[in-house]
C-alpha cells in the first residue's frame, strides 16, 4: 500500500540555521511522483516541489533544496539559512496511480523559527 | 487567474443539518478531489472525480456524497453532518501527474 511516513512531528529551530525536513516512502508503482506542500498559519496549501521517480537529480530553489533517494525510498527537504516565514507545517505527499491523480500524504511536521 | 474556489470558507452548523461546500475551478481540469485534514492524521482523501458523471470512493467516504455534473464544479454533500466530520476541507483538482491545485479550504464544525 502507498504510504509516507514523516517521522518529525514537530521541529524547533532558531532563525538562519539550517533544518532537513524527512520523507520516507512506500509505494507498489513504479512510475510515481513526490511533492512537498506547504501549510501557513492562513491555512491554504502552497506547492513546493514535483519529482517524478525517474528523475533523482536533487534540486534547489533559492533556499530550498530537496534529495531524492530511490535506493532508500526518501525525499528529504532542505531549508537553508531557515526565516521566521519558513514557519508552518510541511507535507510530503505521494501519488497514488491505482487511484489517477490520488496523493497520499504524510502526517506533515510543524516547523518554527523563532527569531 | 488559475484557481480553485470553496464556499464556504467557514461554517458552523447543527448535527443532521444537511449541507453543501460548493468547489469549482477554472482550469478545465478532469480530475477532482475532496480531501480532509485532521490533526496528526494529514489530508485524506474522501472522494474524487476522473471526469464528468464518474466519482469514485477515496478512504474515507462515509457520511460525504459528491457529484460531478459539470467538469468545473464538484460540490461536498454532508446529508446528517455528525461531530466528527468537523474538519478543515480542501478540494483540489489537477491534469495527468502534475501539481494538484488546492482550494482555500473549507473549516467546518459540527455542534
Known amino acids: 500500500a502507498q504510504k509516507v511516513t514523516q517521522a518529525q512531528t514537530e521541529i524547533s529551530v532558531v532563525e538562519k540555521e539550517d533544518v532537513t525536513l524527512d520523507c520516507v516512502y512506500e509505494?507498489?508503482?513504479?512510475?510515481?511522483?513526490l511533492f512537498w506542500y506547504k501549510q501557513p498559519p492562513s491555512g491554504e496549501l502552497v506547492f513546493l516541489i514535483r519529482?517524478?521517480?525517474?528523475?533523482?537529480q536533487n534540486e534547489i530553489s533559492g533556499r530550498y533544496s530537496w534529495n531524492f533517494q530511490k535506493s532508500t525510498s526518501s525525499f528529504n527537504f532542505t531549508i537553508t539559512a531557515s526565516q521566521v516565514v519558513d514557519s508552518a507545517v510541511y507535507f510530503c505527499?505521494?501519488?497514488?496511480?491505482?487511484?489517477?491523480?490520488?496523493?497520499?500524504f504524510g502526517a506533515g511536521t510543524i516547523l518554527r523559527v523563532k527569531s | 487567474e488559475a484557481q480553485v474556489t470553496q464556499n464556504p470558507r467557514y461554517l458552523i452548523t447543527v448535527t443532521g443539518k444537511k449541507l453543501t461546500v460548493t468547489c469549482s475551478q477554472n482550469?478545465?481540469?478532469?480530475?477532482m478531489s475532496w480531501y480532509r485534514q485532521d490533526p496528526g492524521l494529514g489530508l485524506r482523501q474522501i472522494y474524487y472525480?476522473?471526469?464528468?458523471?464518474?466519482?469514485d470512493k477515496g478512504d474515507v467516504p462515509e457520511g460525504y456524497k459528491v457529484s460531478r455534473k459539470e467538469k468545473r464544479n464538484f460540490p461536498l454533500i454532508l446529508e446528517s453532518p455528525s461531530p466528527n466530520q468537523t474538519s478543515l476541507y480542501f478540494c483540489?483538482?489537477?491534469?495527468?501527474?502534475?501539481?494538484?491545485?488546492f482550494g482555500p479550504g473549507t473549516r467546518l464544525t459540527v455542534l
Open positions: 505527499a505521494l501519488t497514488d496511480m491505482e487511484y489517477g491523480n490520488k496523493l497520499v
Open positions: 509505494t507498489r508503482d513504479t512510475t510515481y511522483y
Open positions: 519529482r517524478n521517480s525517474f528523475d533523482e
Open positions: 482550469m478545465n481540469h478532469e480530475y
Open positions: 472525480s476522473m471526469n464528468v458523471e464518474v466519482t
Open positions: 483540489a483538482s489537477a491534469q495527468g501527474g502534475h501539481e494538484q491545485f
